[in-house]
């Protein structure tokens, strides 16, 4: 059964930074590509940075330069560092991989206000 395990949200000000954490099981991790997304309030759930079995990344337009996503294979870890963080960029960030599984964590809210 697999099972994805997002922490590491909180209120922030703008200008902050959070790290994410997603603990993954059930799957064989290294093989896949994983993924960060977020779903704000009254959005679709949008996939923004990606990182392959292999470390290559990629982002999104509006989080290239501020986000920064790492995995650690022996941890079956993915992480996402958010700097620079903006009001809009408040959601639930979920890990899964890419393409996504029809199997979501709770996520992990980021709440970026004054």
């Known amino acids: 059964q697999v099972q994805l395990v997002e922490s590491g949200g909180g209120l922030v000000q703008p200008g902050g930074s959070l790290r994410l954490s997603c603990a993954a099981s059930?799957?064989?991790?290294?093989?896949?590509?994983m993924g960060w997304y977020r779903q704000a309030p009254g959005n679709q759930r949008e996939l923004v940075a990606r990182i392959t079995s292999r470390g290559t990344t990629s982002y999104v337009d509006f989080v290239k330069g501020r986000f920064t996503i790492a995995r650690d294979n022996a941890k079956n870890t993915v992480y996402l560092q958010m700097n620079s963080l903006k009001p809009e960029d408040t959601a639930v960030y979920y890990c899964?991989?890419?393409?996504?599984?029809?199997?979501w964590g709770k996520g992990t809210l980021v709440t970026v206000s004054s």
């Open positions: 059930g799957i064989i991790y290294s093989r896949y590509t």
């Open positions: 899964n991989p890419v393409p996504a599984i029809p199997s």
